[in-house]
């Protein structure tokens, strides 16, 4: 018997395999089980036309033994089997391209999980043995062979005896290691555990002999050893039965097991999909965010399934950022256990089912937005900082898809509206969305610009999440109306008669204001009367793209200290306030006086505004002045 060779190439993968770097050995028992389903499916196909092979859709088994002894696992399958050439050029060859492939073009990139994540076949084997025995007999033919390795020098075939059709391959395991515990291959419950996660959706039988312990009957107290034949895998993929042979209790309880929630999920999707891309997706929307799901700790991404072989446990370029939210799984016919050109190829398959994925929890939540408003005002309480997010991100790229999902809180009834509704019901003549910024809508309601815009009848939206007012500036406009900050001194709801009045009084006081200004110093930019106040004295506003809440926003952000965002404050005051009267009274008899009124009055409006004092020392003092004249 002579020791044959492998081809060049696959001496190489044989190489990376033995010496694995790879932190995945344990995929090893996937990909020799996805082999022994693949031989089964053959032979299955086979039976349909032909009853010689004898076989009914049950009986192709896929057979695990364990042997602590001489340390080996056995996989056995009564599928087509292998002839002496087959065993040659399929185990003599390894993957013509695959991993490899990909390996050597990125030879220098250290650590790349490809095999962890992809699948590389029969050669994994090595990871976790030292020898490796492959015993087969086609279907059909009287001979049976048997292929034997231990390594990178090559493969001895034999003829063997064999008394049925199919494949044993059996994997003598390595010695443990400091760092490697193979033996832990040989444990039936770790066995069970790696079926579970990789090969549970194989539609036949993965079957073991379990040894346990079970009650004597009759005999209390008694134990006594027995072996049964299991099947370990569950078989049928919940996601590939029919929806309306589900229930609710077992998409939950799947959920709950498969994604480690307590709570049930607020919503299901569950979508298969034909055509360019072919695939089954079972997605969930948690009730509740992940503990870790505003920590950098969080990983997004839905399993993949080729399948029903898991082939990634979270695949992240299945999720755009804004549904990060979603759990769930993809299991395609399109893609394969193997990598590198192949890999490129599904990459493109992998885009072409992300985008059709996103459409489709785009689609159900604005179902869930329309027909379910509790749930899914619920959902936008826990998830909604999300889609603002994907609003203002990437320079809005997502705008467009996401804005009709957005939600916020109104002046009307302090209820949570849609932009669309906003805009439905805006008040005549009215042609600009208003919104205000705060910590709480109760705080928005006390500034003082509130009022006017309220008593024209224009609806105002609270916006109490600091990613709310750039993600409206991101949309700039809603079906052609604008956004406008009631805060900003853009604000201009006067008629043409009462501007033009405006802007003689404060030409006449421009003179005035100007000492005022500089008695406040660096926090204003100006000091102006302004019509839109009813009963408060004073207020203040923005000028230009920042608004007095981005300020605090970016100033608050990591790193901005040295480098602080300032908005052009102006400081207004109420023109028919009698404080006006007062302010061109000061500023003819005594300028002393003024420019206290001057800070007092921007203090207040700070205040009011829910904005911290410069210096609320020189406030206090200022005010007992005041008070003791
Ligand atoms: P892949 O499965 O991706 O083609 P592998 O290296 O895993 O690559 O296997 C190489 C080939 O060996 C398979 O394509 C198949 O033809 C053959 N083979 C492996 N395992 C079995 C088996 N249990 N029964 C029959 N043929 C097998």
Known sequence: MRTRQFKSESKKLMDMMINSIYTHKEIFLREIISNASDALDKLYFRSLTDSSVGLGADDFVIRIDLDKENRTIRVSDNGCGMTEDELDSNLGTIAKSGSLAFKNENEKAENVDIIGQFGVGFYSAFMVSDKVTVETKAFGSNEAFRWQSSGAEGYTIAP?????????????????????????????????????????????????????????????????????????????????????????????????????????????????????????????IPKRAPFDFYTKDYEKGLQLYSKGVLIMDKCSDLLPDYFSFVKGLVDSEDLSLNISREMLQHDRQLKLIAKTIEKKIRSELEKMLKNEREAYEEFFKVFGIQL??????????????????????????????TLKEYVERMAEGQDAIYYACGETAEKIEMLPQCDAVQEKGYEV?????????????????????????????QLDLDTEEEKKALESENEQSKDMFEEMKNAIGDGVSSVRFTGKLKKHPVCLTSEGGISLEMEKTLNSMPGADENKVKAQIVLEINAEHPIAEKLKKLYSDDKDTLGKYAKLLYDEACLIGGRKLDDPAEHSRLVCELMTI
């Open 160 to 284: 063997c005896e064999k008394d049925s059709f199919g494949t044993t391959v059996t994997m003598h395991l390595k010695p443990d290691t400091e760092d490697e515990n193979y033996s832990e291959y040989l444990d039936q419950y770790r066995i069970n555990e790696l079926v579970k996660k990789y090969s549970d959706y194989i539609r036949h039988p993965i079957q073991m002999e379990y040894k346990t312990s079970k009650p004597v009957e009759g005999e209390e107290g008694k134990f006594e050893d027995v072996t049964e034949l299991r099947t370990l895998n569950s078989r049928i993929p919940l996601w590939k039965k029919n929806r309306s042979e589900i229930t609710e209790d077992e998409y939950n309880k799947f959920y709950r097991e498969k994604f480690y929630d307590f709570e049930d999920p607020a919503k299901v999707i569950h979508t298969s999909v034909e055509g360019q891309a072919t695939y089954h997706a079972l997605m969930y």
């Open 461 to 489: 939206l609270y916006l109490t999440e600091y990613v709310d007012e750039f993600a409206l500036k991101m949309l700039g406009e809603y079906d052609g109306k604008k956004f406008i900050n009631i805060c900003d001194e």
């Open 388 to 417: 603002k997010f994907g609003v203002y991100n990437e320079y809005g790229l997502h705008k467009e898809d996401l804005k009709d999902l957005l939600l916020f809180t109104s002046s009307k009834e302090k209820k949570l509206v």
